[in-house]
Structures are given as structure tokens and as C-alpha cells.
């Protein structure tokens, strides 16, 4: 690292010319000043085409003054200067950086100032500030914006200057280097002993990584390594995943300049300890990154500061120097004196030095301000292919049409309006465009009077109290009368439409994905969750359950257990929940669908009997009651679960279940977690007294019958529910015969996990939520100091906080405090007479440990979800919950360990407040289902993963089709030697029919608009072997039974027969979908790549979640920024000389060319490192594929491209 220091002139600006021996002031705009009295002459080291975008002041130098630069001759090939430009007069230039994405040069200055030029011609596009005090060190350009690094300060502004985010770094840290390791993620070092990875999708710190001090201050990375300088002098490189040190280059005594890296080599430039201190190298250290060693070091005739590979021809270097000094040298050859040239900088010394990405043009910035522009050719591009740079539109205003008011039929549409996915100002928040309906005044008593009835239409003669067609409004009245909230219907179950008030916040309304021509391809998902947990997708058949799943979710103990469960049924719910969790575990904010989890819900007959299972018309209008359905459905889950994992017998393939610790004969993990033992008792009025046990999963809420308006802690309505009293007819064995009986429950033991169903069913529960939470708000403002009339509105405006007499701050708003009622913790405690004592837990911090613990028998729960059910008249209403994620799901996400609750609606995820959690505005949001969690609940059970898949699942297994032999057989089985490794290829592909058909609309304007997608379900999944001698040859050739039925085979696109799927009368080898998903998860875990084309798609009708880096899709290597996507049938065509797809689609076809085209890919790119002439045969590939409209031709009207000139030298695969 070179370090320069700049003297307190320099700082303000001042310099004194040599020749004149005048005083110059750099003025912000960069204007110079000469001193008065002095002749306007330039400094003879300033270029008067450096000033063409300086303005000067007006009694100094006249721009007329100023000698016209000759025209400059370029040589073909060589370097020489194009143009020089003033960015700052006077302030260094620090840093600078051609844009990866348009025809752009971005430099910094030691002001923290941005500038932009555009263009070879440097004309100047955008200046900005960036920092006010720090110096810009390093600059990065991506898709949307630029990213600039200072000290302590990362910030990303679009390119005409506007803030995208501004992340705040430790002010003890110091910053020097910026890696972006893709196109979401973010390395910053610097001089401390740790290096930050920051998402820039979320801008939150993901990672720490630890290094040696004094820390690293140039990054570099290859497809192999991170490459780290530290100002030690060694280069360390570092593992892509781990970021562990893998080798180590101790490269110079002294310090570490520069560094490149290109193929296979690793060039650095440095300082090495003298005598009398440090000095430059001339000596560059090359290293062979095939060996792990130095080769002969390079001697150089300059003193070597920056130094780039410029790989056009071949691998050269460029080595430059502060004093403007540029050589060109192979690095593995001998410098020549004669490839030096000079670059002439203003200032003293050169700051900065970069490479465009066509390497057709150089920058360097001086400590003068200047930046100076090399290039190889008259009419340089400074990217292979860059996209078009906006300017400012020009006025529009002259050039528009008249419009002609009085023409009825003159279309709007001819005053152009920009496109723009932004809300525009007309568009009014519901609350302030809501319709306010008048109602009709009442007829006149006249009128009723003398109206005689004939049938339903009555008649009376006009008393001409009014004009003609005149009806009097009083609106100020009206207004008033509808703007009260005694129009409301007080109970909150079954209210009518009421479009005039709108109450529902917008984050709780229900959400619906807006479906395109691209199906979910371009839905911005990322708008609704910016967080790193998934959400769900809503648009599957009884998909109302998503909330439970996401709460069963983050209860740890469930999450871990669950995925430890394996059994051998078709249909079991604990084996499908466990692959939906694993999917959530994978998941980086991108949202997931549980179809294969709804799927065999649906097949179970006690869903279909309680009334689980909606109908897809109830569903979209909401007619079903969805509090009581998702409390039933809570009920029904936890029951259902306990029961398959009860059972104990597994076969060899799916081992991992039985071996759990959890495991009884008569109990299962659920059953550990959420059961309590009862002790039910029925006393007859004869006296004889009967006593059952029993256990049960979760417990209702029953409210009391008092009608005195008492008030009621949450804790004395949960006694009352769990220790349950009530008289009622039973049959009696001593009397033998029905007798009026006192029930009593009373509990034994408390469970780990408290569920509690709301019961909140009628507009009478309601009550008695909204009466109890005006109570206790009342209370608590009592308590705080403050006091609450009767008859008088507390005004929020004159007190939002209340304090305390002393003036200490006890609540932070009286808004936390409304329509709250139920407590955060609740303590519980068994008595020596069996009884139970229930009270609200205020004590301690709430996120501290449960210190009552070791008290025997006592337990303290906390509030870990809340159920909700959102009344929304406009869309059905919906169903959200409220979830206190823990310190285990963020570590795992987000790399930080703390807790906080979240609004979880579906695939709209949001950070809330923990009031937000347990306020019941019972006009629009009622409580359904409540989770309390025991304290320290994950420290009593052990929460390690053990992967239950094993290898078995691939090896032979029978067909359930009865018809089947094996001379049908279209696949060969892996045998055990053959078992897939990690990053072994396979090829894969997948066939698909259709359930449900697509619902849309078509609009007036003649455009569909999707309603919902239509429904698919795999039909047949295909791998074959990727390397080998057996390369080619399927190992799964499953067809997937179905009992839904199938409404569309597809058959044109898939090649499934009707018959293929039924086993009755099949002969392929059919299967269960559930052992198809179990091979396919095996080989995810081991770690193959995958290979096909559209995989996608394919992966999310089979509900898989795959990591990107297993994942090798043709349709995206075959593909070019902004362009369509090319067919599988085209590429083969064109590439392979293959004839696909003719009548039907084979999947061992499809599998088998998609394997085919990716070894010509990498043949074609040279394993990835040549992207530019990979480029030019894409271009090629789309210029021919629009000349042929996409179509391959038949055999006798074209020839394959195999025979032209350009593909002379490819063969088949």
C-alpha cells in the first residue's frame, strides 16, 4: 500500500505557479483565479484542453484566450493520450473507476467528491459529494448504482447522484478495499483485523471474517480464490465458502503495493526493507498459482506503483510509477527500455491507475486534479457491450399536440407520459380516496300518508313541497354523522361492507402475487421481504394454513425434530412439513410453496371430515369462517403429527426416525412437547365420584358468564380454561341412568409448548376482549401517573408519553398501551393439593433468563406467536401472524444474535414492534391462536439435524405398475460404486400435466390478465449419468402416480399418454412421488450439480429448493443480458446437430442434450475463461436465430450451422 501525505496548502487549495509566481485559489466550481495585476497566462504544465469543462472567471482568462488543442493522431494498437480533464482543480485525485455497464469514467477525490465522464471524449455527466470530510477510496459500479468507499462509510447512489442507502460503519474502523463477490454480496477490509460481508439486498452485515493485523487493503478474486493484500507484504489466498487461508505468498519485506492476478499467474509490487528504510522494488514477484510458488521475479525500469494485467493478445502487464512512468512486459519474460512511455501529469505524482473492461483504454488520476485518458484506438468502447446512458430528457412542451376540448372522441393518449413503476402522486391513499356515500333523505310524511299500494308500487299524489327532480342534501351533517364511529357495527363477526371506512392497515391487507407473461419470473418479491427468512406462496388450494406452518416453523424444537423424522407412509404430514422446513432452512428471502405438503393434507380423510379442506370458490370469496377453520386446523396438526411420529418400524431405506432419543413406545417428540396430562373428574349428585385421565394438546379459552363488567387478567381466564368447571347431564353407574354431574379438570403437569385457541366466534367474546383492554389501558395509565375521565377523550396530541411524578420515562407511547390485554409472560405454578396457580409475569427483563425456574414446580412461558384474524370486507379477510423470532434463525440467516417479532403474511415479511404483536383492534384484527414457550425450552432437547436420506433410496426399487417388465425398463440403477460425489454432474429433466386449469381475464383493451396460474404436478422425473463410461445413461426414469385428478396431459409437451399415470393399466416404472422427492433430495445433499434446461421451473413444480451453486441451467448459459431465452430444440440444433422434439418431448432426450450443451459450453468458453468470445458466438447464435424466427428448419430446406465455416471445428458430442 502507497501512502501520500498532502501539506496544509495543499488541503485548502492553495499552489504557487513556478513560471508566474501567482497565487491560485481552487473556488469550488474549480474556477482559477490569477492574482490582480498578473498577465492571464497558464501555467505551462496545464493542458488548456484539461479546462474544457472548468469555468473561469470572467476578468481572468477569456475562454477565446485559450489555444485550440490540435487534433491527436492515434496509432492503431499502441496506447498514446486521448484527452485530459480537470475533475477538481487542486484536490488529488484518489481513486478512479471505469463503469462495468456503461461508456463511463468514475472518478474520486481526496475532497470526497464524485465526478463522472461520459465517453472517450471524459465530457462531464455527473458530479456529487460524497463524504464531507473523507477521502474516496475505492469505487464500484453495478446495475443500478455506483458504490463509494470511505473510511468508515459505504455508500450506493444512482449514477445522476441520488442516495440509494448510506451504510454507517464503526468509527474505529478504516477501510481502503471493496470486493463484490456476486451481484448481492459485498467484501470490505481495511486496516483492522476483520473483514465485513455485507448483502446489499438487505444492507446488513452478514459476516465477520477474522484477519491477521494490520488487516488487508487490496481484495482481489478469481473462480479459485480471494486473493487478500496485507501492508505486511504478503498475499494470502483464501477459500471461496470459508474464507479460510489456503495458501500464503510472502511476497515483500516491506510493504505491499500492488497486486494482479490473471489465469494462472499472480504478479505483485511492493517495498523492501533498506538500511535506511523502505524502498521501492524494482523487482515484481510472479507466482505460479498451478504450483504454489514464485517464479524468476520480473526486473522492471521503472519504479513500479500500479501495476494491471492487460491480457488482449497476450498476458501482459502494464507497471506505472508515480512519477508517470508506464512499461509494458510479459511477466514471465525480460523488460524492454523501449515499451516505456510517459504520461505528463500536472501535478507531481499519479494517484490512481485503471483498466477498462475491453482494455482498450487506461486512466490515470495526478495530485493535481487531473485525469488523463490513454487509449489503443481513435474511437475507444470502454465495455464490450454497454447499455445505453440516460440524460436528461429535453423539454417536451413545444412538441406537443393541441388538444381540442370540445372533440369528444380526441384521445388522451396523445401527450406522452413516461413509464414508471413508482406510485404517481394521483394515486391517494385509501384512507383519503374512500367514497362517502350520502344517504337518501327520508320520504315526506305527506307522502306516506296519502300512497295507496298496488302490489309493491305504491302510489300518492305530489304535495309540491319540492321543485321537479330536486332533493335537498344537508352534507355537512351527513359528513359528520358518517365520519363518527357510531356507524360502526360494534361486532366484529359478519359486519357488513362498509367502503366508506377502511380501517386495515396496508401491511396486514391480504396479499396477491400480480401474475405476467413471465409467470413469477419478475414479480418483485423482494418489495413485500426484505429480510432472509421465506415466505409462502398464497396461490395454492387451502393455502389459509401458511401462517401455522411459519409459526410451527420458528418453535426450534419442532423445526429439528421434525426434520429428523422419516417414515416409509405415502401420505404422511410429518415427512412432508419436514421437507417444506428444510426448503425455509435453504431460503434466502426467496419465498417457498408448500404443494407438496397441501397436497397430502388433502388426501387425509379427517381433514376432509372436519371441514379442512376449502373449496377453491370458498376460498377466493371467503366464505368460509377463517378464525374458526385455522383453529381447527391447529388442533388437527398437532394431533396428526403426534400420531405419525408414534410409529416406530422403519425400514432399512428410511432409517434416521427410530433412532431418535425422543422416540417412546407411547410417546412421540409432539407429544413431549405440547401434551399435558389431565385429570378429568364427574361428581354425581348421589355422591359417587368418577375419575378418568386423559391428556390433550391444547386448551380453549372459555370465558366467563358475567355480565356486571368485571374486570379479568388474562391469567384468571386461562385457569379458568385449564382447571375447567362446569355442570352437565352424564350417565351415572350407580344410579344407572343419566344424572345432572359436576365436572372438574384439573391438570398433573405442565407441557414445554402452551397452546391456547381463542375462541373469539361471536360478537360476545369480542365484547369481552374490547372491554377487558379498555380496562387494563386505563389501568396502566392510572399506574404510569396519567388519568382518564369517563366522559373525556384522552388527547394524544397534548401526551404521547407518560411519565412518571419524577419525570422518569416508564412507557414509550400511550399507543403501545391501547387495545392490549394479554400479557407478554405468564408464571405458572402447581400446588401440593393438585391445584393451579396462573398469574401475569411482569417481573425481570422479558428477554433475560427464567430465574423462577429453579424454583420446583414454577414455570414462566413467553409470548412466542399470535395468531390473527384480519376482517377486510373488500377481500375476504385473511390470516397473519405475529412470530418473536429467536437467536438461533438469525445466527443461521443473518450472522447476528438477537431476537425480534415479526408480521409474517404470507410472502410479506416485516419487523414489528413486540406491542404490535398483542394489540386487538377488535373492529378489524381478532386473536385466534396464542403460542407460549417455557423458558430455556431449547436447552432441554437435543437440536441437531441428522439427515434421515441414504444412499439406499437410489438403488432398484419395484414399479408399482402392475403391467411393467423389464423390457420397458428405460434406466439402469446406480450401483454402489457408482454412488454421486460432491460436484459429480447430472442431468436432469422433468414432464409435467395439469390439475387446474388457468383462470384469467381479458381486459377491454384486449390484454389477459392471470387470475391464478393453473395448477401443475409432475408426471415424470429424469436423471442421467453426467461423467463415466456410463455418461448418457438414465439412473431415474420415475412416473409420478397421482390419485387428483388430471385435467390436461399435456401430451403434445410432455409425451404422458393418458394410462401412463394409472397403475392399473401403465407399463412405465411408476412411483410414488414422495420416493422421487427422496432420491432427489439425496443428491442435492451430497452435493451434485445439476444440468438442464429450464430447471427453475422444474425445480419449483416438484417443490425443491436447490442452492444456486448446483444449479447449471442452459437456458441461462445460452442467454444474453435483455434477450429472449432459446429453446433446447434451437440450441441443439444449432450447436449440436441434433433434431429434438419432434412430435412429443422425451425427458432421457432433453436430460441427455442438455448434458451435451453444457460440455460444448465449456468447450465453446474455454471452461469459463473467455467470456469475450463466448460472447461473440452468442451473438452469433441470436443473430441467426432471428433470421430463422426461432424455428428449426426441416431437413430439406436448411443444413444444420455444423457444416458453415465458423463451426468447421466442432464435433459432436
Not at 381540442?404 to 401527450?415: A, C, G, Y
Request: include cysteine.
Amino acid at each position: 500500500m502507497v501512502c501520500f501525505s498532502l501539506q496544509s496548502g495543499d488541503s485548502q487549495g492553495l499552489r504557487k505557479l513556478e513560471d508566474t509566481g501567482q497565487d491560485v485559489l481552487s473556488k469550488p466550481t474549480g474556477a482559477v483565479l490569477p492574482k490582480a495585476g498578473a498577465d492571464p497566462v497558464l501555467d505551462a504544465h496545464l493542458n488548456p484542453s484539461l479546462l474544457q469543462n472548468v469555468e473561469l472567471d470572467p476578468e481572468g482568462v477569456a475562454l477565446e484566450a485559450l489555444p485550440v488543442q490540435e487534433s491527436v493522431h492515434i496509432m492503431e494498437g499502441v496506447y498514446s493520450e486521448l484527452h485530459s480533464v480537470v475533475a477538481e482543480v487542486g484536490v488529488p485525485v484518489t481513486v478512479s473507476h471505469f463503469d462495468l455497464h456503461e461508456e463511463m469514467l468514475w472518478v474520486g477525490s481526496h475532497g470526497g467528491h464524485a465526478t463522472s465522464f461520459f465517453g472517450p471524449a471524459l465530457e462531464r455527466y455527473s458530479s456529487f459529494q460524497v463524504n464531507g470530510s473523507d477521502d474516496i477510496r475505492q469505487i464500484q459500479s453495478l446495475e443500478s448504482g455506483v458504490l463509494f468507499l470511505t473510511k468508515n462509510n459505504l455508500k450506493y447512489m444512482a449514477r445522476g447522484g441520488l442516495i440509494i442507502f448510506d451504510y454507517l460503519l464503526d468509527e474505529s474502523e478504516d477501510m481502503h478495499s471493496l470486493l463484490l463477490t456476486d451481484s448481492s454480496t459485498l467484501l470490505v477490509g481495511g486496516l483492522q483485523n476483520h473483514i465485513l460481508e455485507i448483502d446489499l439486498t438487505t444492507v446488513q452485515e452478514t459476516q465477520k471474517y477474522a484477519v491477521e493485523i494490520p488487516g488487508v487493503t487490496i481484495m482481489r478474486q478469481t473462480n479459485r480464490f480471494f486473493f487478500c493484500g496485507h501492508t505486511s507484504g504478503k498475499v494470502s489466498l483464501r477459500d471461496l465458502r470459508s474464507f479460510k487461508v489456503e495458501h500464503e505468498f510472502d511476497a515483500f519485506s516491506g510493504s505491499l503495493s500492488d497486486f494482479d492476478v490473471h489465469g494462472n499467474l499472480l504478479a505483485a509490487c511492493g517495498f523492501s526493507s533498506r538500511l535506511t528504510g523502505l524502498a521501492c522494488d524494482r523487482f515484481l514477484k510472479v507466482y505460479d498459482l498451478r504450483m504454489m510458488r514464485a517464479i524468476t521475479p520480473l526486473q522492471v525500469h521503472v519504479d513500479p506503483a500500479f501495476l494491471r494485467f492487460i491480457p488482449t493478445y497476450t498476458s501482459r502487464l502494464a507497471i506505472i510509477s508515480q512519477s508517470g512512468q508506464c512499461q509494458f512486459c510479459e511477466p514471465t519474460g525480460l523488460a524492454n527500455p523501449a515499451d516505456i512511455f510517459h504520461v505528463n501529469p500536472v501535478g507531481p505524482l499519479l494517484m490512481t491507475f485503471d483498466v477498462s473492461a475491453s482494455k482498450q483504454a487506461l486512466a490515470f488520476g495526478d495530485s493535481e486534479g487531473c485525469v488523463h485518458l490513454w487509449t489503443d484506438s481513435p474511437e475507444p468502447s470502454f465495455n464490450p457491450y454497454s447499455r445505453e446512458t440516460e440524460f436528461a430528457l429535453p423539454c417536451l412542451v413545444d412538441s406537443l399536440p393541441p388538444l381540442d376540448w370540445s372533440q369528444d372522441l380526441l384521445p388522451l393518449s396523445l401527450i406522452p407520459v413516461p413509464l414508471t413503476t413508482d406510485a404517481l402522486l394521483s394515486d391517494w391513499p385509501a384512507a383519503n380516496s374512500a367514497p362517502a356515500p350520502r344517504r337518501a333523505p327520508p320520504v315526506d310524511a305527506e307522502i306516506l300518508r296519502t300512497m295507496k299500494t298496488v302490489g309493491f308500487i305504491g302510489y300518492a299524489p305530489n304535495p309540491r313541497t319540492r321543485l321537479r327532480n330536486q332533493i335537498p342534501y344537508r352534507l355537512k351533517e351527513l359528513d359528520n354523522e358518517f365520519d363518527s364511529f357510531s356507524q360502526v357495527t360494534e361486532s366484529p363477526i359478519g359486519r357488513e361492507e362498509e367502503p366508506h371506512l377502511h380501517m386495515v392497515s396496508k401491511k396486514y391487507r391480504k396479499v396477491t402475487i400480480k401474475y405476467s407473461k413471465l409467470g413469477l419470473e419478475d414479480f418483485d418479491f423482494k418489495h413485500y421481504n426484505k429480510t432472509l427468512f421465506a415466505g409462502l406462496e398464497p396461490h395454492i388450494p387451502n393455502a389459509y394454513c401458511n401462517c401455522m406452518i411459519q409459526v410451527l416453523y420458528f418453535l426450534e424444537p419442532v423445526r429439528c425434530l421434525i426434520q429428523n423424522h422419516l417414515c416409509q407412509k405415502e401420505f404422511c404430514l410429518a415427512c412432508e412439513l419436514g421437507f417444506l422446513f428444510h426448503m425455509l432452512d435453504l431460503s434466502r428471502g426467496d419465498p417457498c410453496q408448500g404443494s407438496n405438503f397441501l397436497r397430502a393434507f388433502r388426501t387425509i380423510p379427517e381433514a376432509s371430515a372436519l371441514g379442512l379442506i376449502l373449496a377453491d370458490s370458498d376460498e377466493a370469496s371467503g366464505k368460509g369462517n377463517l378464525a374458526r377453520l385455522i383453529q381447527r386446523w391447529n388442533r388437527f396438526i398437532l394431533t396428526q403429527l403426534h400420531q405419525d411420529m408414534q410409529e416406530l418400524e422403519v425400514p432399512q431405506a428410511y432409517r434416521g426416525a427410530g433412532g431418535s432419543s425422543f422416540c417412546s413406545s407411547g410417546d412421540s417428540v409432539i407429544g413431549q412437547l405440547f401434551s399435558c396430562e389431565m385429570e378429568n373428574c364427574s361428581l354425581c349428585r348421589c355422591g359417587s365420584e368418577t375419575v378418568r385421565t386423559s391428556s390433550t394438546l391444547l386448551f380453549t379459552l372459555s370465558y366467563p358468564e358475567d355480565k356486571t363488567g368485571k374486570n379479568y387478567d388474562f391469567a384468571q381466564v386461562l385457569k379458568r380454561s385449564i382447571c375447567l368447571e362446569q355442570n352437565t347431564q352424564a350417565w351415572c353407574d350407580t344410579c344407572e341412568k343419566y344424572q345432572p354431574t359436576i365436572q372438574t379438570r384439573n391438570i398433573r403437569h405442565l407441557p414445554d409448548i402452551l397452546v391456547i385457541n381463542c375462541e373469539v366466534n361471536s360478537s360476545k367474546e369480542a365484547d369481552f376482549w374490547r372491554f377487558q383492554a379498555e380496562a387494563a389501558f386505563k389501568m396502566a395509565v392510572k399506574k404510569y401517573g396519567g388519568d382518564i375521565s369517563k366522559n373525556k377523550e384522552f388527547a394524544l396530541a397534548d401526551r404521547k408519553e407518560l411519565r412518571s411524578p419524577e419525570g422518569l420515562l416508564l412507557c414509550p407511547s400511550i399507543e403501545e398501551l391501547k387495545n392490549v390485554w394479554l400479557p407478554f409472560s405468564i408464571r405458572m405454578k402447581m400446588t401440593k393439593n393438585k391445584g393451579l396457580d396462573v398469574c401475569n409475569w411482569t417481573h425481570g427483563d422479558e428477554w433475560g433468563p427464567a430465574r423462577a425456574d429453579e424454583e420446583r414446580g414454577v414455570c414462566v412461558y413467553d409470548l412466542m406467536a399470535t395468531v390473527v384474524h384480519i376482517l377486510d370486507s373488500r377481500t375476504g379477510g385473511s390470516l397473519v401472524a405475529h412470530i418473536k423470532v429467536g437467536e438461533t434463525y438469525h445466527q443461521r440467516k443473518e450472522g447476528v444474535t438477537h431476537q425480534q417479532w415479526y408480521l409474517f403474511n404470507d410472502f410479506l415479511i416485516e419487523p414489528i414492534d413486540k406491542h404490535e404483536a398483542v394489540q386487538f383492534d377488535m373492529n378489524w384484527k381478532v386473536p385466534a391462536i396464542l403460542y407460549y414457550v417455557k423458558r430455556n425450552l431449547n436447552s432441554r432437547y437435543n437440536l441437531n439435524i441428522k439427515n434421515p436420506i441414504e444412499a439406499s433410496v437410489l438403488l432398484a426399487e419395484a414399479s408399482l405398475a402392475r403391467k411393467q417388465r423389464k423390457t420397458h425398463t428405460t434406466f439402469i440403477p446406480l450401483m454402489l460404486r457408482e454412488m454421486p460425489q460432491v460436484g459429480d454432474l447430472v442431468g436432469l429433466d422433468a414432464e409435467f400435466v395439469t390439475l387446474n386449469e388457468e383462470e384469467a381475464e381479458l381486459r377491454s383493451d384486449g390484454t389477459k390478465s392471470t387470475i391464478k396460474p393453473s395448477q401443475m404436478s409432475v408426471a415424470r422425473i429424469t436423471c442421467v449419468r453426467g461423467q463415466g463410461p456410463n455418461e448418457g445413461v438414465p439412473f431415474i426414469d420415475d412416473y409420478i402416480s397421482t390419485q387428483e385428478q388430471v385435467v390436461d396431459y399435456l401430451t403434445q409437451y410432455s409425451g404422458i399418454k393418458p394410462g401412463d399415470l394409472d397403475a392399473k393399466i401403465s407399463s412405465k416404472h411408476l412411483t410414488t412421488l414422495k420416493s422421487t422427492y427422496l432420491k432427489l433430495r439425496f443428491l442435492i445433499d451430497i452435493g451434485v450439480k445439476f444440468v438442464g434446461h429450464g430447471l427453475q421451473k422444474d425445480f419449483r413444480v416438484i417443490n425443491l429448493m436447490v442452492p444456486k451453486d448446483q444449479v447449471l441451467d442452459t437456458v441461462y448459459l445460452f442467454h444474453m443480458p435483455r434477450k429472449r431465452m432459446i429453446s433446447l430444440r434451437f440450441l441443439a440444433w444449432y450447436f449440436l446437430d441434433l433434431k429434438i422434439q419432434g412430435e412429443t418431448h422425451d425427458s432421457i432426450e432433453d436430460a441427455r442434450t442438455a448434458l451435451q450443451l453444457y460440455r460444448k459450453y465449456l468447450e465453446l468458453s474455454k471452461n469459463g475463461t473467455e467470456p469475450e468470445s463466448f460472447h461473440k458466438v452468442l451473438k452469433a447464435l441470436y443473430e441467426k436465430g432471428r433470421k430463422m424466427d426461432w424455428k428449426v428448419p426441416e431437413p430439406e430446406s436448411q443444413t444444420s450451422p455444423k457444416n458453415a465455416a465458423v463451426f468447421s471445428s466442432v464435433l459432436a458430442l
